[in-house]
């Protein structure tokens, strides 16, 4: 009667481990993710806490889904773009491709623990958005 018992466990156990191995860092990713904040720090000269405001609400708007370890959906008012991307283990760098362009890659953003860290200039600064999965 134990050797009935000790088996489910076991193979219930077997199942976890095998499991837990066979998840990638590219299957993590896999989800919705939506920025959760926008920090800028823009030439003043050139801005006004008006035109501040509409950039940091208009990257709010923009989010976008990890479909399989290949397949990226960005998703903007009045736009979506398929693209293809991959994920660098060592930089923790998320690239994306555009089919048309597959040699130009595009810095999505820096996988940092969970969250998608996007940084870049601009003609008015830098912009940075932490984006989080849902």
Same mark, same amino acid.
């Given at each position: 009667?134990?050797?009935?018992?000790?088996?489910?466990?076991?193979?219930?156990?077997?199942?976890?481990?095998? @499991? #837990?191995?066979? @998840? #990638?860092?590219? @299957?993590?990713?896999?989800?919705?993710?939506?920025?959760?904040?926008?920090?800028?720090?823009?030439? !003043?000269?050139?801005? &006004?806490?008006?035109?501040?405001?509409?950039?940091? !609400?208009?990257?709010?708007?923009?989010?976008?889904?990890?479909?399989?370890?290949? &397949?990226?959906?960005?998703?903007?008012?009045?736009?979506?773009? %398929?693209? #293809?991307?991959?994920?660098?283990?060592?930089?923790?760098?998320?690239?994306?491709?555009? %089919?048309?362009?597959?040699?130009?890659?595009?810095?999505?953003?820096?996988?940092?623990?969970?969250?998608?860290? @996007? !940084?870049?200039?601009?003609?008015?600064?830098?912009?940075?958005?932490?984006?989080?999965?849902?």
């Amino acid at each position: 009667m134990k050797h009935i018992l000790k088996l489910p466990v076991f193979l219930i156990l077997i199942t976890l481990i095998i @499991s #837990s191995c066979a @998840s #990638s860092p590219e @299957s993590k990713l896999v989800g919705t993710w939506k920025a959760n904040r926008v920090e800028t720090d823009f030439d !003043e000269k050139y801005t &006004t806490p008006e035109m501040i405001r509409q950039v940091v !609400e208009m990257q709010k708007e923009t989010y976008f889904k990890i479909i399989d370890d290949s &397949t990226l959906i960005i998703m903007s008012p009045g736009n979506t773009h %398929e693209t #293809s991307w991959n994920l660098d283990g060592e930089t923790k760098i998320i690239a994306f491709f555009f %089919e048309g362009a597959p040699g130009v890659s595009n810095n999505l953003g820096t996988l940092d623990n969970e969250v998608i860290v @996007s !940084e870049s200039t601009t003609a008015l600064g830098k912009i940075t958005i932490y984006y989080e999965k849902e």
